[in-house]
């Protein structure tokens, strides 16, 4: 499965974490239908039967490290039932900052750049906040981490590299923004460059008023 962080992987994870369940418990018709409820989401029943051949393909090539009846599989599904309520709060907290970032500026801002969505922006504006109080980029910088370090010692002079101090989550979370706006700006061009130019003009034109994103580039 492509993306291991939502509610089917989830399901999936928790209803046949035992290869016995796939192969011996569940018939393959059964195996669907559990698939098909473990989401709220709609997904077509050959998508279901898809991810039921590779349950049954993985739990044929699966040999298990402990019993059938090993208290493991207990403690997967209270893991599991951890992590899906800790994400719903994770969407619930996310929703209330969405509001209150709405409010900002720089929230429109962020968002009218291509590529970004709303959960991005809104944990840049968390993770960085008021921007207006960085006197100028090199502040900024050095608050995220990606100031250059330079050593040097009579003729050895090191390679400069960013010190990485300083909120370790923003410049993650930064890092994955350039990401996504570089593979949008690439797409943009290289799949419809005729239609699409005056779209990444706009993106290349409003990137350099964030100071801290032309320094990644």
């Not at 195996?31 to 993985?58: F, N, P």
């Amino acid at each position: 499965m492509s993306n291991t962080n939502n509610e089917l992987y989830w399901s999936v994870v928790s209803q046949f974490s035992q290869a016995s369940q796939v192969t011996e418990e569940y018939s393959f018709n059964e195996v669907v239908d559990l698939i098909l409820k473990g989401t709220q989401k709609k997904i077509s029943h050959a998508r279901a039967e898809q991810i039921a051949h590779s349950l049954y393909s993985a739990a044929r090539l699966s040999y298990s490290a402990v019993d059938d009846d090993s208290p493991v599989y207990l403690q997967v599904k209270h893991l599991v039932n951890q992590i899906r309520e800790e994400t719903k709060l994770k969407a619930s907290i996310i929703e209330q900052m969405t509001a209150l970032a709405k409010e900002l500026p720089e929230y429109n801002e962020l968002l009218s750049i291509p590529g970004l969505g709303v959960r991005t922006v809104v944990s840049l504006i968390g993770e960085l906040g008021d921007i207006r109080r960085f006197r100028n980029s090199n502040v900024l910088n050095a608050f995220i981490g990606i100031d250059l370090r330079h050593y040097e010692s009579g003729d050895y002079v090191a390679n400069d590299h960013i010190s990485k101090r300083g909120n370790t989550v923003a410049r993650k979370i930064l890092f994955k923004a350039i990401q996504i706006i570089n593979y949008t700006a690439i797409s943009l061009i290289v799949l419809k460059p005729v239609q699409n130019w005056t779209i990444v003009f706009q993106l290349t034109t409003k990137i350099p008023n964030w100071s801290w994103l032309t320094l990644i580039f």
